[in-house]
């Protein structure tokens, strides 16, 4: 028996490493090592759920309940979870993160459990889910940056919201203010654009430099 129990630990620890190491291949926030943990954490409190308190189950008054430490694992993954959430310049980073812990909380459950199929289809969904997205995503998806600079005239400024229309750019808002001290007569302009994912910084200051009377300050 125990040696069935080696083998579910290991292989739990290999699916956990498996998704802990895309993660960790794109930077995340919870890499290799933290899945691995979850996932063998989890299977060795499914296996103590069903199989650590057998020795009990003689006596009087015992009720037994394999899922009582399995469900706690739920709920106790959302900390864990919550910790790879992090709120940065008004955007929620890590989601996808803390629901790839959560799921290998889940594959690690089932090895605990013995069921390697089931966990070993539920690491190649959640791998092959996460490539498609990776690959797919740049086209698909839009991001929003904030470019500031100097202009000297309004004229201008709708020049340059003309271009970065053409470009399938989207203007969300811009702020104008005018401080001949600090900025030598020359309007300072805030503007917030949404543009493709895999549109690049470097194609937003190129419109830019086609305009002499443009000094492009930040890009962010």
Not at 86 to 107: D, P, S, Y
Not at 166 to 174: A, C, I, P, R, S
Request: proline fraction near 1%; aromatic fraction near 8%.
């Amino acid at each position: 028996m125990i040696w069935t129990f080696i083998v579910r630990l290991l292989i739990a620890t290999f699916f956990g490493a498996l998704i802990g190491l895309e993660r960790e291949y794109h930077a995340k926030e919870a890499g290799m090592r933290t899945h691995l943990l979850v996932a063998l954490g989890s299977c060795l409190f499914m296996i103590l759920s069903i199989h650590g308190f057998d020795a009990f189950l003689d006596r009087d008054h015992v009720s037994f309940d394999p899922s009582r430490i399995a469900s706690q694992v739920v709920t106790g993954i959302g900390f864990i979870g919550a910790g790879t959430i992090i709120l940065h310049k008004q955007a929620v980073r890590g989601l996808t993160t803390a629901a790839g812990v959560w799921v290998t909380a889940a594959i690690g459950l089932a090895c605990g459990n013995g069921m390697y199929i089931l966990a070993a289809v539920a690491t190649a969904t959640v791998l092959s889910s996460l490539g498609l997205i990776n690959l797919y995503l740049p086209y698909i998806s839009q991001r929003e940056i904030q470019i500031t600079f100097l202009a000297e005239d309004y004229n201008v400024l709708t020049e340059i919201l003309d271009n970065l229309r053409k470009e399938k750019m989207v203007v969300l808002n811009y702020e104008m203010r005018k401080d001949a001290e600090e900025n030598n007569g020359k309007m300072l302009i805030v503007l917030k654009i949404r543009m493709k994912r895999y549109g690049t910084s470097e194609s937003v200051a190129s419109i830019l430099k086609n305009f002499s009377k443009v000094e492009l300050i930040q890009i962010s």
